[in-house]
């Protein structure tokens, strides 16, 4: 069995030299010290490690759960209300986020979140196809949400959305 | 300080050195180094294990932040080959801690 580390022992020097000058004008109290081993330390690194799997198991556990469905009718706009280019922005699917309702030429309603996916700034439709976020001039193709440049690497999350009795309904937040 | 005296200060650094040798030669070449069945050859595998562990470490930290940003952004697929690769880490940390003393001790 191998032994506990004696921190004497440990600096290997000869027996004699604890007769050495230097030590007797500076005493070191070594029975007063608290020492921590290497073993004792190498004993914490193999608990943290342990732990460190535990949490990231725990993390794919939570993030393997069902949830609950996210499905939340909520009527953003009238038919007809925007014109092509127009756009405006609506809470969903509570008042603390938000999503841009867009006309899009040729592709008629669209609708995303508006939380920008690198930095969560607002993004903003500049009429030309594309949305941009002002932070950090992210860009987003606004007929798909995918990302056209910028530091985002990620597309912004589509809201789906409804027709019933001439109201647009934004029904489903689809995160990608 | 006489010439002699300057002479014998140079060959330690650190009064609390022990004196340099030179590796032992085994039959298969240089051994790993002076007395390394001995205390102080279990002081450096043990000095190397914590390193080790140290590193392993340090990657599993990242790992748990990388599961942490990825479960916070709504996005589970990666999740499972993070905790995999966490697991690994684990496991080389155990055969890191345990192995070298069970093979010193069959020595």
């Known amino acids: ?176 | 300080m006489s010439t002699n005296n300057a002479r014998a200060y140079r060959r330690k650094a650190n009064p609390d050195d022990p004196p340099v040798q030179r590796p032992p030669r085994g039959s298969r070449g240089l051994m790993p180094g002076p007395n390394f069945l001995g205390l102080q050859g279990r002081i450096a595998i043990v000095q190397a294990q914590v390193f080790l562990l140290a590193v392993i470490l340090i990657a599993q930290l990242w790992l748990i932040t990388d599961a942490l940003y990825e479960l916070l952004s709504g996005r589970s697929a990666s999740l499972g080959w993070l905790a995999l690769a966490s697991g690994i880490g684990f496991v080389l940390a155990l055969i890191i801690a345990l192995w070298p003393r069970r093979r010193i001790e069959e020595m």
């Open chain 1, 1 to 176: 069995m191998v032994q506990e580390v004696n921190p004497q022992a440990e600096s290997g020097e000869p027996r004699e030299s604890h007769d050495e000058e230097w030590r007797k004008e500076f005493p070191y109290p070594w029975d007063e010290d608290e020492v921590v081993t290497r073993r004792d330390t190498l004993r914490f690194l193999l608990a943290g490690s342990g732990a460190l799997f535990l949490a990231t198991g725990v993390l794919a556990v939570l993030g393997a759960l069902p949830r609950g469905s996210n499905v939340t009718s909520i009527p953003i706009a009238k038919e007809g209300e925007l014109a092509e280019n127009q756009w405006k922005v609506f809470n969903y699917p509570d008042e603390y986020a938000q999503g841009i309702l867009i006309n899009l030429p040729g592709h008629g309603l669209v609708a995303y979140s508006d939380v920008c996916t690198h930095l969560s700034c607002a993004v903003l439709y500049q009429g030309d196809g594309k949305m941009h976020c002002p932070c950090h001039d992210g860009l987003f193709d606004a007929a798909t949400g995918n990302v056209l440049a910028g530091p985002p690497t990620r597309p912004l999350p589509l809201i789906q959305l409804a027709r019933q009795n001439g109201i647009i309904y934004a029904v489903k937040e689809i995160a990608r």
